[in-house]
């Protein structure tokens, strides 16, 4: 008995130890990683703060094919979330709780398959110079007095996730790589000297949907009165855009073809576009999927500090009758700049 009561005793004072040892250890256990990117935090932080850029340097859809993730409008605001499925990633969703602008931003993960579990995870940025140290943090939480198992456990953990925030951080450090190389979003993007150019143009307000059958209806009278007036082209025929407006699906934009010389038709109007540095983009792909290469001029000027000036010219360089093949209809978009 009195074998049995020193055991007690023992065992007793150890759970004591343990309970008052778990009163001041951390209640979450934290797994991170980090990278420095030549790159400022105002270059980085959209990456960061906007799931429709982490899906570029995200490894889990590297990981599984099968993953779908569907990101809500709010995009890049407190609030929005990222969901997704997959074979081997499950089923959840996360969601932003916390954004310091050019610092950090925290956000919650739900599991929801193959099993349930709450997580936060926070990115911050830490600016040095014109380094930007980017560090990657998973918080698990173990409510007390269960958080005296971490430092059990948290090897396990590390190893698990840890290779999948380096691949991360790696696969962001490559794009912010190929941004400084003026690479953005797969498309090169030029400098340049825009020669400047006067168009026969046809300028209104048109709806997204009707644009095809606008520019059906002009260039052909546009390229009569060229021809007509003696004038010559120049160029191929393009959209000169002023306002893109996407809530109200409509721009206000002008038809119209460049040329030498001199032209006019009752209707249209001289447009000239003055000579100045400017940025572009060979666009290659249907017309309706050139957004990308918007957004990515986008990206382009935040990054570089720029200012677009109006209007944004596209230029139709193939001509669809003559190439059935919409992958390799050219677009040369050029954006012209204020400085």
Do not use: C
Not at 43 to 61: C, L, S, T
Not at 169 to 174: E, F, I, T
Not at 184 to 194: L, M, P, R, S, W
């Amino acid at each position: 008995m009195k074998t049995l009561k020193t055991i007690g005793i023992v065992l007793g004072s150890l759970i004591l130890l343990a309970l008052l040892a778990a009163l001041v250890m951390p209640k979450d256990a934290v797994i991170e990683r980090s990278v420095t990117i030549q790159a400022s935090a105002d270059q980085i932080f959209d990456h960061v703060k906007m799931f429709n850029k982490r899906e570029a340097w995200y490894p889990w859809g590297r990981n599984d094919k099968s993953m779908k993730a569907e990101i809500s409008e709010n995009d890049g605001t407190v609030g929005a979330s990222r969901s997704w499925v997959g074979d081997s990633v499950g089923e959840g969703i996360q969601t932003i709780t916390r954004i310091v602008d050019k610092q950090t931003v925290e956000t919650e993960l739900k599991f929801t398959k193959p099993e349930e579990s709450k997580v936060n995870t926070a990115i911050s940025l830490e600016a040095d110079g014109k380094d930007t140290k980017v560090t990657w943090a998973f918080k698990v939480p173990f409510g007390y007095p269960m958080n005296i198992l971490i430092p059990f456990v948290k090897s396990d953990m590390d190893a698990s996730i840890g290779p999948d925030f380096e691949k991360g951080l790696s696969l962001l450090k490559d794009i912010l790589g190929q941004e400084a190389k003026g690479i953005f979003g797969g498309y090169q993007i030029k400098t340049v000297n825009f020669p400047g150019r006067q168009y026969l143009g046809k300028r209104d307000k048109v709806k997204f949907e009707d644009l095809t059958a606008y520019f059906s209806e002009h260039f052909p009278a546009e390229v009569g009165a060229i021809m007509g007036s003696g004038a010559q082209m120049e160029g191929m025929p393009s959209g000169l855009y002023y306002v893109y407006d996407e809530a109200n699906g409509f721009t206000d934009m002008a038809a119209a073809i460049g040329f030498t010389g001199f032209a006019t038709k009752e209707g249209y109007e001289v447009i000239k576009v003055p000579a100045g540095k400017a940025i572009e983009i060979d666009y290659y792909g249907p017309y309706e999927e050139a957004d990308k290469a918007h957004y990515a001029i986008d990206d382009y000027m935040k990054f570089h500090q720029v200012t677009p000036k109006m209007p944004v010219i596209e230029e139709y360089v193939t001509d669809p009758g003559s190439e059935p093949d919409s992958k390799k209809w050219l677009t040369k978009i050029t954006y012209l700049l204020e400085n």
